[in-house]
């Protein structure tokens, strides 16, 4: 049977629909943003959140920016849809969906600079809407691919979130335990909480729960102990950016878990699509890792845990180094090995 996803971004009759992931998994509720304004702070507090989620909810935001743009000439028109778009690329810096998102808008206002600014303003929303179909197949298709990796009876270690609501349906590394799912095998899932704000706790296990996909939620440090007792086979995460020589940014804590799956000889497995790869981008060394405020951890979910005052550090991503990556499963399939001459392939054709 398919598997039944909660659309967690959507654009319908001018509004953004967005699931808000700050709330899950206490209340399942909608927020219906109108400015562009909202859609900034919706993904700077991650109440959207996961890379290509991130970039669906740019195109939309932009839509909502540029409504009132002038519709005198493409020039005026033009310049006003730049403004906006360079303030919306500055919510978040490492996912490179966002700037993809923003980056294909743009091509497609400028294909259109012929039309009516009314004519290039509908064509952004349909823009907008395959920026959602398409990620809806990719998805889809790097589960299949990833599928091929895995077998019944497994266990899988996860990271983070990169689930359905993470995309606009089935997620990139747990796509494939939802197709498994569907064919009727048994996948052990062990969810890392991923502190500090427990996208693992909160949402990976409440998606993998919904689906009764076997999840099995651990703190962070349980991980080495869970690989030692020969539990998990396999480690599949997402990721925010992949570099040109196969470095991935992922949520903080990714680097760890990759070490661990290296000392324990597990497959460490990262699910990307072609919007999430930036050839641009030459090495880890140079992916902006975003860092967020100190309250995330010392007072996470209102509770204060450290003294005032205290210093802190709260990177929000680490990176990866390519030689700890046994995999990496696209939509256009899995390449291994020499990224850096792997990964422009994919681009071709
Ligand atoms: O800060 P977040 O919650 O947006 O971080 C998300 C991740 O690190 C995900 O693993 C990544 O974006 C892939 S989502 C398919």
Redesign the pocket.
């Known amino acids: 049977m398919e598997t039944a996803f909660l659309q967690s971004v959507f654009f319908q009759n001018g509004i953004l629909k967005i699931l808000d992931q700050t709330k899950i998994p206490n209340v399942t509720e909608f927020l219906e943003i109108t400015t562009i304004e909202d859609a900034w702070d919706a993904i700077k507090q991650?109440k959207v959140?996961?890379?290509?989620?991130?970039g669906i909810a740019a195109a939309y935001g932009l839509l909502l920016g540029i409504k009132n743009a002038p519709e005198n000439s493409f020039d005026d028109f033009y310049i006003e849809f730049k403004k906006q778009a360079d303030y919306l690329a500055t919510s978040?810096p490492t996912?490179v969906n966002l700037f993809w998102a923003l980056k294909r808008m743009d091509e497609r206002a400028k294909m259109e600079k012929h039309q009516p600014v009314a004519k290039i303003k509908e064509a952004l929303e349909e823009e907008a809407h395959l920026i959602r179909q398409e990620d809806e197949e990719v998805c889809r298709s790097i589960g299949t691919h990833a599928l091929s990796l895995l077998k019944d009876g497994m266990g899988i270690l996860t990271?983070?979130?990169?689930?359905g609501i993470?995309?606009a349906r089935y997620?990139?590394?747990l796509a494939p335990l939802y197709l498994a799912k569907e064919k009727g095998w048994n996948i052990k899932v062990f969810a890392d909480e991923t502190r500090p704000?427990l996208?693992g706790a909160r949402l990976t296990t409440w998606e993998l729960m919904q689906a009764g996909i076997d999840v099995t939620l651990i703190t962070d440090s349980m991980a080495a102990m869970v690989m030692k007792k020969g539990w998990v086979q396999a480690v599949i995460?997402?990721?925010?950016r992949v570099a040109a020589n196969g470095d991935v940014a992922?949520?903080i804590g990714?680097y760890g878990v990759a070490l661990l799956a290296k000392a324990h000889n597990i497959p460490f497995y990262v699910?990307a699509p072609l919007s999430?790869i930036d050839l641009d981008t030459k090495s880890g060394d140079d992916i902006p890792i975003e860092e967020r405020d100190a309250s995330e951890i010392t007072e996470g979910f209102g509770k204060r845990t450290a003294p005032e005052g205290v210093k802190v550090f709260n990177p929000?991503?680490d990176v990866t180094p390519h030689e700890l990556v046994t995999a990496i499963i696209t939509e256009k399939g899995i390449i291994k090995g020499n990224y850096q001459e792997e990964l422009p392939k994919l681009f071709q054709g």
């Not at 959140?49 to 991130?54: E, L, Q």
């Not at 995460?237 to 925010?240: E, K």
Request: aromatic share 4%; glycine share 12%.
């Open positions: 991650l959140r996961g890379a290509p989620a991130i978040r996912a990271h983070c979130n990169a689930g993470a995309t997620g990139t590394a704000l996208q995460v997402g990721c925010d992922n949520k990714t699910a999430t929000a991503f």
